[in-house]
Structures are given as structure tokens and as C-alpha cells.
Nanobody, 127 residues
Framework: QVQLVESGGGLVQAGDSLKLACAAS????????MGWFRQAPGKERALVSV????????YYVDSVKGRFTISRDNAKNTVYLQMNSLKPEDTAVYYC????????????????????WGQGTQVTVSS
């Protein structure tokens, strides 16, 4: 059974940092693109950041550029999201996603390109 399990969420104050981790089990995603999405209350799930299989290519939405860093450790089958200078508007459930369809491809921006999802981890930033 393939699973993506997120961890590292929590309640923090504005300006604080958190590091999310997403550990995959059941298969390796070392040759696949992975990403982080988030869903705030009353809003649709939205892209935060994605990373290519090698880690050399990354993408961030404008609202998190310069504050968030995505990385991966293929030996551990894990992807991370370092979040610094958190703001109340970063409050959301954060989901890890993996694209299993394309090996050694690029990065993908649409949630439709990702076929494995974690259960989500709550990040709450108080002002």
C-alpha cells in the first residue's frame, strides 16, 4: 500500500518557522516530481511548491517565494517544506503529493498531475 505521510505541522506565531516532512512508503518516488499544496478554510486546494525528481528544478507561488524552501532526500523517499517568516495567511492544511506517471520528467503545477496524496497536516499561524 502506497502512503504519503506528512508531519511537522502545528500552531505557531507570525514570524516563526516550521519544517514539514512527507515520507513515502510502499514505493519509491525518487524518479518523480513531488509537491506541496494547501487548502485554507473556505478555499480550494492550491499549489504551494513543487520539485523535480532530481531536486534541481523547483517552483514556488509568489506568496511564499523567499520564505519557503522545498527539498527532497531521495534516499529517504522524503520531501520537505521549510517555512520561514510565517504569516497568518499561511494558515491551511498542507498536503504532500506525488506524480507517479512520469519518470525523470519536469515539474507539474496542476493538482491533476498528482495521483498520490497525503492526509494533510494543519498549519496555524496566529497574529
Amino acid at each position: 500500500q502506497v502512503q504519503l505521510v506528512e508531519s511537522g505541522g502545528g500552531l505557531v506565531q507570525a514570524g516563526d518557522s516550521l519544517k514539514l516532512a512527507c515520507a513515502a512508503s510502499g514505493r519509491t518516488f525518487s524518479s518523480n516530481s513531488m509537491g506541496w499544496f494547501r487548502q485554507a478554510p473556505g478555499k480550494e486546494r492550491a499549489l504551494v511548491s513543487v520539485i523535480s525528481w532530481s531536486g534541481y528544478s523547483t517552483y514556488y507561488v509568489d506568496s511564499v517565494k523567499g520564505r519557503f524552501t522545498i527539498s527532497r532526500d531521495n534516499a529517504k523517499n522524503t520531501v520537505y517544506l521549510q517555512m520561514n517568516s510565517l504569516k497568518p495567511e499561511d494558515t491551511a492544511v498542507y498536503y504532500c503529493a506525488a506524480n507517479s506517471r512520469t519518470k525523470y520528467g519536469g515539474i507539474y503545477y496542476s493538482s491533476n498531475e498528482y495521483d498520490y496524496w497525503g492526509q494533510g497536516t494543519q498549519v496555524t499561524v496566529s497574529s
